[in-house]
Nanobody, 126 residues
Framework: QVQLIGSGGGLVQAGGSLRLSCAASGRTFSSSTMGWFRQAPGKEREFVAAISWRGGRAYYADSVKGRFTISRDNAKNTVYLQMNSLNPEDTAVYYC???????????????????WGQGTQVTVSS
């Protein structure tokens, strides 16, 4: 079992930065791929970024590549999403998710993740 609590969202102007955090409890965090997804009003939840269980591999959606950075600290059971150069299209509820299983592969599909945080709102004003 993994419980996830996301934080760090807020209101920021276009061009600004935010850092999201997701704190995990449970014994499987360190063996889990961790992902960030987002969902804007009226749209489906979409993949943003993922990081392998040891942190050696990171994967990004094309829309955020070069602007967002995912990282993890297994000693603190926490995954982060540093978001720079934000634009209004980044406005959404951001969710962290965990996929246990010692994987180094890409996992971009919502259904691949078994555990989800409660979501944190990010709003970017123009």
């Amino acid at each position: 079992q993994v419980q996830l609590i996301g934080s760090g969202g807020g209101l920021v102007q276009a061009g600004g930065s935010l850092r999201l955090s997701c704190a995990a409890s449970g014994r499987t965090f360190s063996s889990s791929t961790m992902g960030w997804f987002r969902q804007a009003p009226g749209k489906e939840r979409e993949f943003v970024a993922a990081i392998s269980w040891r942190g050696g591999r990171a994967y990004y959606a094309d829309s955020v590549k070069g602007r967002f950075t995912i990282s993890r600290d297994n000693a603190k059971n926490t995954v982060y999403l540093q978001m720079n150069s934000l634009n209004p299209e980044d406005t959404a509820v951001y969710y962290c998710a965990a996929r246990p299983g010692y994987s180094d592969y890409e996992h971009r599909i919502v259904a691949e993740y078994g555990y989800w945080g409660q979501g944190t709102q990010v709003t970017v004003s123009s």
